[in-house]
């Protein structure tokens, strides 16, 4: 068993749609952070979430603690957000990773 | 400011070798934690330390260790090298332990042939 879940596993979608990718886990957690990997390895922090919800530009995340779920919106979106996103729960002892959501957004 | 450093970027091993990572985290941040990332497995965590004492340990065998430096450096070894450990080993720094404000290296990616 998975203590992350992630969905979708692929997300195809056209420039300028709204997008949202979804984690949900079963661990208890200190924190949990949305991360973007591009081709080639690069990983970036997005968010660090232990409660509500958080905005930058046109990324949202938010996070449900007693549902254990998180969301990760990116509206308007465009090609350049085209990525791997990984979902990560902090226990305070461990790290456990979701398999990613791949996105890929068409001009 | 510079950001994490992880050297060598590439390496190729024989299966039975043994194998050193480095990776330099942000100045100042003075924890410093690994991952292995494979097309299998995806990330998985392998150790975190904080001024020089290991803190917490993902499932990994024994043949994977580290190490911290006084100056928050960090090494990953691994020794008798198999072919399942060839991947992607990232490193990531941040100021304290709590997995808070983590900024991550652009990681090393070893093939075991």
């Known amino acids: 068993k998975n203590e992350v879940e992630q969905s979708p596993q692929n997300l195809t979608a056209q420039e300028g749609e709204f997008i949202t990718i979804n984690c949900s886990y079963s661990v208890g957690i200190s924190a949990l952070h949305w991360l973007q990997q591009h081709p080639g390895g690069g990983i970036v922090s997005l968010f660090m979430l232990s409660s509500g919800k958080k905005k930058h530009g046109r990324l949202i995340a938010t996070i449900n603690i007693q549902e254990k779920h998180s969301s990760l919106h990116i509206t308007a979106s465009h090609p350049r957000d085209s990525a791997v996103y990984i979902c990560?729960?902090?226990?305070?002892?461990?790290?456990?990773f979701g398999t990613g959501t791949s996105l890929t957004v068409i001009p | 400011k510079a950001g994490v450093t992880q050297t060598p970027r590439y390496l190729i091993k024989t299966r039975g070798q043994q194998v050193t990572l480095s990776c330099s985290p942000i100045s100042g941040h003075r924890s410093v934690s690994w991952y292995q990332q494979t097309p299998g497995q995806g990330l998985q965590f392998l150790f975190e330390y904080f001024s020089e004492t290991q803190r917490n340990k993902g499932n990994f065998p024994g043949r994977f260790s580290g190490r911290q430096f006084s100056n928050s450096r960090s090494e990953m070894n691994v020794s008798t090298l198999e072919l399942g450990d060839s991947a992607l080993y990232l490193c990531?720094?941040?100021?304290?332990?709590?997995?808070?404000?983590?900024?991550f290296g652009s990681g090393t990616r070893l093939t075991v042939v």
């Open positions: 990531a720094s941040s100021l304290q332990p709590g997995y808070y404000g983590y900024t």
């Open positions: 990560a729960v902090g226990t305070g002892n461990q790290f456990y």
